[in-house]
C-alpha cells in the first residue's frame, strides 16, 4: 500500500488483521516502505490481550513511521508455522522485506515502546542513561528481575554498552551460573576487554568460582575468634567470605590484617583486599568505605 508524497497513512492502516494469504503484502511488501511489525496471537492467550493493547498505542504513537498486522495463529496458522513460532503472543520486526527483530511474551509497556521506537528510526541514546540508573536503584532494592529488564532495554538500544554487559554478567555471577557471564563478557569490543567495569567482572568471577574449595565461614570464623593474630586463617576466612558475595564482611578481615601487620605475607591482605574493591566496583559501598578505612590505617 503506496501513500503519494510520502504521506503518512491514515491512522486507521496503521494496525490491521492479517492472514496467512495477504503476509507478502501487508507484512513483507510493506516493509520495504515502512517496517511492519507482525504479532501472531489467538483469541484464548492471556499474555496475548496484555500485549496488544499497549502495542497498539505504540504503534499509533510513532506517526505513521510504524505498521502493525495482527495474525490470529487460530485462523491462520501458516505463516507461524513457517516460522517456527512455538509459543505466543510472537512479535516480529520486518524492514526491508525482511524480519530484523522480535520478541516472545509479554514484555512492559517500556519496553514495548522502546521496541517500537527503535524500529522507527527515533534517536534512542537519550533513554539510555535512565535506565542504566533504573537499574542502579533495582539492584539497591534488590529486585534482580527489574535491573534485569533495564539492562536488557539497554542492550536492545545498543548491543555494546559496556554498563549494560557489566551489569547483566554481574547478575549471572550472584546466581553462579559463571558460563553465562562468561556468554555476556563476550559481547564486549575487543577494544574494551580492559575497561574497568569489565574487569571488575571477572575479579568477581574469580572470587566467586572459588567458593566450592573455600572453607566453612562459621568455623573459620571461630577459628579467627580463638586466635586474632592468625593472619592465615583470618584470609582464608576473607576468602571463604568473599567467595560466597560477603565482600564488606571479607574486606573487613583484610583490612583488620593489615592494620595489624600490612607487610605480612608480602602484603597478600592488601593484595586481595584490591581484588575484592575490582569486583565490587569502583562506586560501591564496599569499595568507597573500604578504601576510606584503608587510608586511615595506611596514613594515621
Known sequence: MTFIDGAAPPETDLVIDGSDQGFMADVVEQSRETPVIADFWAPWCGPCKTLGPPLERAVRKAGGKVRLVKINIDENPGVAGQLGVKSIPAVYAFDQGRPVDGFMGAIPESQIKLFVDRLAGADMTAEIEPLLEQAAESLKLNDIGGAAQAFTAVLQLDQTNIKAIAGMARLAVTTGDFADAEEILSLTPPEKTNDPEILGVRAAIELASKAADAGDNDELGAK???????????????????????????????????EKNREWNEGAARAQLLKIFEAAGPMSDVTKNGRRKLSAILFS
Do not use: K, M
Open 224 to 258: 579467627v575468634a580463638a586466635n586474632p593474630n592468625d593472619h592465615q586463617a583470618r584470609i582464608e576466612f576473607a576468602e571463604a567470605l568473599s567467595a560466597r558475595g560477603y565482600l564488606e564482611a571479607a574486606s573487613d578481615q583484610l583490612l583488620t590484617i593489615i
